[in-house]
């Protein structure tokens, strides 16, 4: 065959390959592989109807983690938390709620280091909540900075002036510097 022959012949394998794809035009241009259109059916004949997709699970990897470590936080035992915790953000790293913990398990156990980083990232998943500002303030309060511990306390205070825990931090705040104790 010649090399013309060959050219021509690739040519129209590819228009009849390409003649056999078809386009969707979407509205919005974006592909979801993961839910059924109407009428779609499963393999095994029935319709997609009242089947959950991925988009509407309420169950998360990482809440049976959380749920374990809030329950160690409240024991004391903040390493295990934060252990627990730490799972949490490797299993759902977009959960904010398990870096605020971990932040939280990181401070009782003095890792300031590690608390900020944590913070950070908490910050950036659940913005300036109330229990952010709080927790910031408490990591503040336990490092012997209470400028600072204050400045956040009063933002929390700020966005939930009902709160029973922010009031209490703020007196344990104001009790703090009334009474220096030095070892």
Not at 2 to 18: C, D, E, G, V
Request: charge should be positive; aromatic fraction near 10%.
């Amino acid at each position: 065959m010649t090399r013309p022959k060959r050219l021509a012949l690739a040519i129209s394998l590819l228009l009849i390959f390409l003649a056999g794809c078809q386009t969707k035009d979407l509205a919005d241009g974006v592909v979801r592989t993961n839910e059924p259109a109407k009428g779609d059916y499963t393999a095994f004949g029935d319709a997609f109807d009242g089947l959950k997709t991925v988009s509407d699970v309420d169950y998360y990897a990482s809440d049976q983690a959380v749920t374990e470590a809030k329950t160690q936080f409240r024991s004391e035992n903040y390493g295990n938390a934060g252990a627990l915790f730490y799972k949490a953000t490797r299993l759902a790293p977009n959960d904010g709620v398990a870096w605020l913990g971990l932040a939280a398990s990181c401070d009782r156990i003095r890792r300031f280091d590690l608390a900020d980083m944590a913070y950070a990232r908490a910050y950036r998943l659940l913005g300036a909540t109330p229990e952010y500002y709080n927790n910031v303030g408490y990591s503040y309060l336990l490092r012997g900075k209470l400028q600072d511990a204050r400045t956040n306390f009063l933002k929390a205070y700020e966005l939930a002036p009902n709160d029973p825990t922010v009031a209490n931090n703020l007196k344990l705040l104001s009790s703090s510097v009334r009474n220096i104790e030095r070892s």
